[in-house]
């Protein structure tokens, strides 16, 4: 028992009995592929049909078995069985109404595929009896389905590397090659490939690798594929028994048997012909070989292929109206790839999408490689990210005495300014303006401390953080009972800071109430039985050296549950008085061992205090802010100096699902603070005089609401 080709050159039929292995294709079809092409002389396309009609294409093939699992019939020839895999060379003899010949020398089309048997079946076509045959030939004939060839079958047959081995993995067969197609493997859909051959030398009556290098030494233009999506298949009833083709005389048919498929053309690569996708065959049968030829099989068969009208996409450049390249995604010989609509940017025409288009993809000559503008052409807008070009100084905000310059091209930001709103490349932050002291300066860099002003009041009580000192005295704080707050004080207060203005005023010119200045407080007392005042600054009712008088603000940008703002922190410092002490009693009383003298207008009456915001909440009473938790808010106050300011600790950089408006925008997501509230009250004007009341907390009710200085606009949302 052999495991080498059977080739029939001079066979006797004793000799024919003693061969195990044989090589034997019917049919073809195939898939995937890179295409590779060249030019040939003779106008192939104008042989087929006109658009839209199919074309009849005639061939004469011939076929080898690779006997995978070395099957022999009784007699000791080779069975075809469920795994062979069938071998096929094809050429061309009729184009439509044109006969090539037999010898196929046109401009030559011809084919090489290679498939296994998916299915076998021993089906009665024929007389009654096992002989399917008519007449008198007594064949006995199976139905086949095939299927394109996968990964184990690389040993037999290997796309890839172009080699064909007749004994597989097993050592000592027959090695025949082909020229690779580049990028095919046996992926279990490629089954097939079709040439255009300027060489005009295919053979069938000849060696077996002669015919092989003769059918696919030409040009790729078509690459064959079984679809199951598209009910491709291949089928073939041709004899069971190898040696049933060496029972009749030499080049003759085999009755009764036949091929038919239905495949679909999966890559195309055809100068001057774009095909329908759909490839059928039939009408074919078997036939023995020719006395000359080494191949054991022939066969023959008609295939119908339709020629589409042009079109974008198929692969001929100009035939469509526009057309500057095809197919899209190709890039060959063009300076930037094809797009879908088959023209491409720098074929010198203004096609759709595209601002310009010099026929190049020259970057810096006024018309960029992707057909778009660029920095430096005049014309703002035109590009990605631009917000000024060439123009030196445009305005901001539409301003024009507020000028900065335009970022020239070449440069880090280019053709953007300083004061667009937007955060470029070398800024900290751009506020929109060129204003300084509202947390963004005129060079877009993030100040620490500026202007602002401050509105609302709150009404806070322990156990939110919340404490009160009267120096020389325990600290005052209150307690939780059975899982409720018992309110030993309060504290309420209330007013704006800094409206109108922000920043310092001068004692004597516009510092007093009622005159342009810088805003009013009150801070009030509630302590049933121990202490009760208010304390005025800065209020109608307030003496006219009462004031507010130095504004500053930090802690840049706001809190995303906040209101859009330039800093998050307010600080600030006066004088004020004391009014209403226990029970409305105007009378003079001591706090922290300092005499008070609570009568209005009295100079002896006026204390310094400073006073501190943060902002990093929403109303309390609104469920919008939630109460102190230590576990979510670990910020703690560095005091009432602007420069002991303690930044509030900002999340990682996301999205806030509920306030999506202040993304990247200049909001942060900080920690989960309330609003945060304290004071400190000095004996004297003289704010080197002892402190005689402080008190701090995180607010529990109302809100603190921190904005842009008065005349300034927020850039970054509401």
């Known amino acids: 028992m052999f495991k080498k080709l059977f080739i029939i050159e001079n066979l006797k039929a004793k000799e024919v009995k003693m061969m195990k292995k044989m090589m034997f294709i019917l049919g073809i079809c195939a898939l995937s592929l890179v295409m590779v092409t060249s030019a040939n002389a003779d106008p192939v396309a104008g042989l087929f049909e006109s658009a839209g009609v199919q074309t009849l294409l005639s061939d004469n093939s011939a076929d080898i078995l690779l006997n995978v699992d070395g099957s022999v019939s009784a007699g000791g020839t080779p069975t075809i069985t469920v795994g062979d895999i069938l071998v096929t060379i094809l050429g061309i003899t009729t184009i439509g109404p044109t006969t090539i010949g037999s010898g196929t020398i046109y401009n030559e089309v011809t084919a090489v595929s290679a498939v296994k048997i998916a299915t076998s079946a021993d089906v009665d076509v024929g007389p009654p009896g096992p002989d399917d045959s008519f007449g008198t030939q007594n064949i006995n004939l199976f139905q086949y389905t095939e299927m394109p060839l996968s990964a184990v079958d690389t040993a037999w047959f290997d796309w890839s590397t172009g080699i064909i081995d007749d004994n597989g993995p097993a050592a000592g067969g027959n090695i025949y090659t082909f020229t690779p197609i580049a990028g095919t493997s046996n992926d279990g859909m490629l089954s097939g490939a079709v040439f255009e051959d300027a060489a005009k030398n295919y053979n069938r009556d000849s060696s077996i690798q002669a015919g092989i290098t003769s059918a696919t030494d030409g040009s790729v233009r078509l690459l064959l594929g079984i679809v199951l999506a598209n009910s491709d298949f291949l089928s073939v009833r041709a004899p069971f028994d190898m040696g049933g083709f060496l029972t009749v005389p030499l080049a003759t048919s085999i009755d009764n048997s036949n091929i038919s498929l ?33 191949w054991p099989v022939f066969d023959n068969l008609d295939f119908t292929v339709m020629v589409e009208p042009p079109k974008c996409g198929d692969g001929i450049v100009g035939n469509t109206p526009g057309e500057t390249c095809d197919p899209p995604g190709s890039n060959a010989g063009q300076p930037n790839e094809c797009r879908a609509n088959c023209t491409f940017c720098g074929d010198g025409n203004l096609d759709a999408g595209e601002q310009c288009d010099d026929g190049n993809n020259i970057d810096g000559d006024g018309c960029s490689s992707t057909c778009g503008g660029e920095c430096g052409d005049g014309i703002v807008g035109n590009t990605q990210g631009e917000t000024c070009d060439t123009n030196p100084q445009p305005p901001v905000n539409g301003s024009p005495s507020d000028l900065r310059p335009c970022r020239q091209p070449g440069t880090d930001a280019q053709c953007t300014y300083c004061g667009d709103g937007i955060v470029n490349n070398g800024e900290q932050c751009d506020d929109g303006n060129s204003t300084n002291g509202d947390g963004c300066d005129n060079t877009c860099t993030i100040e620490l401390f500026g202007g602002c002003r401050m509105t609302g009041g709150n009404n806070t009580v322990a156990p939110d953080g919340s404490v ?106 006066g004088t004020g008085i004391f009014q209403n002490p226990n029970k409305n009693n105007d009378g003079h009383f001591s706090l922290g061992g300092c005499n008070i003298d609570p009568v209005a207008g009295k100079t002896n009456s006026l204390h310094y205090y400073q006073a501190h915001v943060g902002d990093f ?44 408006q202040f993304f990247d925008k200049g909001g942060m997501l900080c920690e989960d603070c309330p609003d945060w509230y304290e004071i400190e009250i000095h004996c004297t004007d003289n704010p080197n005089s002892p402190i005689i009341y402080k008190a701090a907390g995180y607010l529990t009710g109302g809100n603190h609401q921190i904005h842009p200085a008065v005349g300034e606009q927020c850039p970054f949302g509401k």
């Open 262 to 294: 239905d495949n679909t053309i999966i890559a195309q690569s055809w100068p001057g012909l774009s095909f329908n996708t759909n490839i059928t065959g039939g009408n074919g049968g078997f036939s023995s070989r020719t006395a000359g030829s080494s």
């Open 617 to 660: 909440g929403e109303p309390g009473n609104t469920g919008k802010q939630k109460s102190y938790d230590p576990a979510v808010c670990s910020w703690h106050s560095g005091g009432v100096e602007a420069g002991n300011t303690v930044l509030i600790q900002p999340q990682p950089p996301q999205a806030d699902p509920k306030f999506p």
């Open 468 to 573: 009160y000192v009267v120096p020389g005295d325990s600290v005052v704080t209150n307690v939780v009972k059975s899982g409720k707050k018992t309110t030993t004080f309060k504290y309420t207060v209330g007013g704006q800071i800094g409206a109108p203005q922000a920043g310092c005023c001068t004692p004597g010119v516009d510092c007093a109430p009622g005159n342009g200045g810088y805003g009013e407080w009150e801070h009030s007392h509630h302590e049933n039985g121990v202490l009760k005042f208010s304390f005025h600054a800065g209020t109608n009712s307030a003496p006219a050296d009462s004031y507010i008088q130095c504004i500053t603000c930090s802690d840049p940008f706001w809190c995303t549950q906040a209101r859009c703002a330039p800093f998050k922190q307010i600080f600030w410092e």
